[in-house]
């Protein structure tokens, strides 16, 4: 600004003091009066949740009082006097409430870890085949996607359960997969690997070899991003970390399950209730993520497609280096809704009597010490926390891939 | 470029539905000129010009690069199109990758380069249309401008006999046009087979060695842009450069 040409405007406008004309005022007037009506209404607000949450305390232990209940969390290091048919860590009779929460918790992430992945897999290969250009595949999956979503989960956790499991042959005649996995009516036996008495050394080994790849990769990454041939160490740093896990797992034994009198000895037994939760958690999610696969794909222009055909690109190639990588931006909101749903549904677990956190804490551990209260809010707690994970993950993931729009 | 970068059309048609788009074009271009196409819109232009690398089918016709019929099988269309670069009016970069990847993606994959290699290249042509100070930055992040040369830049990183022009000029502002366009006339005056797709009639003028004026799916007049600007024989191209002009 030429001061000359603008006397007028800068005595009327930028203070008498003569203040220099570009120093910009921390706030306008607007920004100022925005935050002076935030800070109101945001203590407002607060003074009210205030106001609701001590009336709900004092009500609710005057009432526990008043029927001569017992409360706190010190029910936690009790004995909890049962059994888990199915647990990650050994869960006895003399364990407490505490571990009985701690092995209906990992039961939880374990169903919702293998659901997550292998519905997004699933889902993403349905997804695809519904805007394949070969009418028969797009059929197949449109088929699947309308008849799988418009049906209650309920009702596909019960059509495992009671129909398609218990179809399945006997432990003399289970199904075998090359005589190391056997599927029957009761469960689903796998091989799994013994450790050894170095185990400890062994699970060390291998996370050094994970945090090697990690670490290779992102040095390599920002490399990149810098414009700069990625250095050598990054290369040696995955392909270290990669020689080494494998040579770290060869080196465990398998134990393969082995048929025993009436039931299979050795390997891991996944209960029929796990197999036939994960399945329908799996089956019926996969049929929402293709449509999220299905409306991320579409989404992306045509133009982007021309343009890689006319560089001579064949079609899978296009699919994989420019269509889903830019699907995947529009399709992370859906898609961390979906998991949260996921997660949320395993719950379901209940119905087949798969011993879940739901299951052996909201339902077995409550009724048996009668803490509602507290088991309810670590429940909700625990739910809330995995679900705010979820939204974490996956708006980092869309902050790193977000585009510059002009 | 190559020698052999003829562009033959024999008696093409094309119908969308029930209406022609194209009607009997039959047309021969030769390697190492500037052909500018141009005409009212809809009258086939830029159909035309999308049949040439296949991304438009037809029903009626035949057309040939370098002697190769442009086939139907994808193997075919992907070996021509390695050949054949295009620009188009919206650029179409890839918005997920930086300017360099855009340049690179192509050569790397398709033609099996080294990173290092193709890296090069690429900063050598995105030099020569003068974005090279934005190599790094995310496609999308740049003016329209400056990704149109990109786009460009990414075409010619194939190494391509013929360079297509899809109205590389309609979708950006005067300033940036002239940007463009001085790559275009740089390109046609060393000696690139290229067919352009414009309203530009200034361009035309300057580098075309033969302007193609189309109407309503059928080529109508062609000549050199000296004839053609000067005494148009029919009444239609009048017609429409008269538009041009008076615009």
Redesign the interface.
């Known amino acids: 600004m030429a001061a000359s040409d603008q006397d007028m405007a800068s005595g009327l406008w930028s203070g008498a003091d003569g203040s220099d004309a570009d120093a910009r005022p921390q706030l306008g007037p607007r920004q100022r009066w925005a935050r002076r009506k935030a800070i109101l209404q945001q203590a407002a607000v607060l003074l009210l949740v205030a106001t609701l949450a001590v009336l709900l305390v004092r009500n609710t232990v005057a009432n526990l009082q008043a029927r001569g209940l017992a409360s706190g969390f010190d029910f936690l290091w009790q004995e909890a006097g049962f059994k888990m048919a199915f647990s990650l860590i050994a869960v006895e009779p003399t364990s407490t409430y505490g571990r009985v929460f701690l092995a209906g918790l990992l039961n939880s992430l374990l169903v919702a870890a293998i659901s997550i992945v292998a519905t997004t897999i699933l889902g993403f290969i349905i997804g695809l085949a519904r805007v394949s250009p070969s009418t028969p595949v797009r059929l197949v999956a449109r088929g699947y996607v309308e008849v799988v979503r418009n049906l209650p989960l309920l009702l596909h956790l019960l059509l495992w359960q009671t129909v398609i499991l218990r179809s399945l042959p006997t432990v003399r005649e289970a199904i075998g997969f090359g005589d190391v996995a056997f599927l029957s009516n009761r469960g689903l036996y796998l091989p799994a690997p013994v450790a050894g008495g170095a185990a400890a050394i062994l699970t060390a080994a291998v996370m050094a070899g994970l945090a090697a790849i990690v670490v290779g990769c992102v040095v390599r990454r920002r490399a990149r991003a ?2 700069e ?1 990625p250095p050598r160490f990054g290369l040696a740093l995955v392909a270290g970390g990669l020689v080494g896990n494998a040579a770290a797992i060869s080196t465990l034994d398998w134990q393969i399950p082995m048929l025993a009198g009436f039931d299979y000895r050795g390997g891991l037994k996944l209960m029929p209730e796990f197999v036939s939760l994960v399945a329908a958690l799996i089956i019926y999610n996969a049929a929402f993520i293709a449509e999220i696969v299905r409306a991320g794909v579409q989404s992306v ?1 045509r ?2 497609k ?10 899978k ?1 296009i699919l994989r ?2 269509i889903v ?2 699907a995947l ?1 529009v399709m992370i909101p859906p898609l961390a809704n979906q998991y949260t749903h996921l997660i949320k549904a395993s719950a379901l677990a209940t119905v087949v009597g798969f011993p879940d956190l739901v299951n052996v804490f909201l339902g077995t551990s409550l009724n048996q010490t009668g803490r509602a209260v507290e088991i309810v809010l670590i429940t909700a707690f625990v739910y809330l926390t995995l679900s705010a994970s979820v939204a974490l993950a996956t708006s980092a993931y869309a902050r790193r ?1 977000k ?4 | 470029m190559s020698v052999n970068a003829t562009i033959a059309v024999r008696s093409l048609s094309k119908w969308y539905g029930s209406w022609r788009a194209l009607r009997d074009i039959s047309l021969d271009i030769a390697g190492g000129t500037c052909t500018v196409l141009c005409g009212p819109s809809g009258s086939g232009k830029s159909t035309l010009l999308r049949c040439l690398n296949g991304l438009e089918e037809w029903q009626q016709g035949e057309v040939a690069i370098g002697g190769v019929a442009v086939g139907y099988k994808a193997r075919e269309l992907r070996r021509l199109r390695r050949d054949v670069g295009m620009v188009f009016q919206h650029f179409n970069l890839f918005p997920h990758l930086t300017v360099l990847d855009n340049v690179t993606l192509a050569p790397r994959i398709v033609r099996g380069r080294r990173r290092g290699e193709s890296e090069d290249h690429a900063m050598h042509l995105l030099e020569r249309v003068g974005v090279a100070e934005h190599a790094g930055k995310l496609s999308s992040a740049l003016s329209g401008g400056q990704q149109q040369r990109v786009a460009i830049a990414r075409a010619l990183a194939m190494q391509p006999h013929v360079l297509l022009f899809d109205e590389p000029t309609s979708a950006l502002d005067p300033e940036s046009v002239k940007e463009v366009l001085d790559v275009m006339i740089d390109l046609a005056r060393s000696g690139t087979t290229m067919v352009v797709v414009t309203h530009e009639m200034g361009f035309a003028r300057r580098v075309a060695g033969r302007v193609i004026f189309m109407d309503k799916g059928s080529i109508v007049e062609t000549g050199a842009p000296d004839e053609f600007f000067d005494c148009p024989c029919t009444d239609r191209a009048k017609a429409f450069l008269g538009d041009i002009v008076n615009r």
């Not at chain 1, 021309?306 to 079609?315: D, N, Q, T």
């Not at chain 1, 585009?403 to 002009?406: P, S």
Request: no cysteine; charged share 20%.
């Open positions: 810098r414009g041939t222009g133009g982007q021309e343009a890689a055909l006319a560089l001579g690109l064949s079609s190639l280096l420019v990588p830019q931006r891939v585009l510059v729009e002009r």
